[in-house]
């Protein structure tokens, strides 16, 4: 069977995005972290597709001005957190800082994509159902001039520090967009998520 890692696909019902991080719970359950908006119905079993499982356990998200994110189990499934394309295990959190170089691997994107962190502040989420949020967090700029960081299927996937390890940020959405023509993409801190769902590594 296939582990589930960071950024290897997560589906339910027509949504689709991508494993960001494992973390357990106080009691040692272990828990996948994904972006809230693609676990939209805690009713509907969860896939992690070429692991040969389709779990339900119990999606809980969380969408707010801090956090976009989701936790869901893994069922019998087995786990790494060594993100898909890159010879690193994940082992800390840290916030992020104007200039950063991170790592990102989403399930749609063909490779590791690496960008640097441009600024820190509110950002304007646009959701499928219409709706928008104010939402803190950063957006990333890409170190290879023209190429899109965050393709659809890419939210939830996480931004990491390949020098140390250290989880930083979940992919929340990306551009170019109507309101935003440059290339870029949006995450929101990886502390909160931590907190929101009292989750360690």
């Not at 962190?117 to 304007?124: A, I, R």
Request: glycine content about 14%; proline content about 5%.
């Amino acid at each position: 069977m296939t582990a589930v890692v960071p950024g290897t696909e997560i589906a339910q019902g027509d949504e689709s995005g991508t494993v960001g991080l494992i973390a357990r719970t106080d009691s040692g359950a272990a828990r996948v972290i994904t972006a809230g908006h693609v676990l939209i119905d805690p009713t509907l079993p969860v896939r992690f597709p070429g692991t040969g499982s389709s779990p339900a356990f119990g999606a809980s998200q969380w969408i707010d001005d801090r956090v976009d994110a989701a936790i869901v189990g893994l069922g019998s499934n087995t786990w790494v957190n060594r993100p898909r394309g890159v010879n690193v295990t994940i082992t800390s959190i840290r916030h992020a800082a104007v200039g950063d170089v991170l790592s990102m691997s989403g399930a749609t994107s063909a490779s590791v994509r690496r960008a640097r962190v441009k600024y820190l502040g509110q950002h304007h989420v646009g959701y499928s159902n219409g709706s928008g949020l104010e939402m803190w967090g950063f957006v990333l700029e890409p170190l290879v001039a023209g190429q899109i960081l965050s393709a659809p299927g890419d939210s939830g996937a996480l931004w990491w520090d390949e020098k140390t390890g250290a989880a930083v940020g979940l992919n929340v959405a990306g551009g170019p967009s109507a309101e935003d023509p440059g290339i870029w993409a949006f995450a929101c801190h990886i502390g909160p998520v931590f907190d929101r769902f009292a989750l360690r590594l």
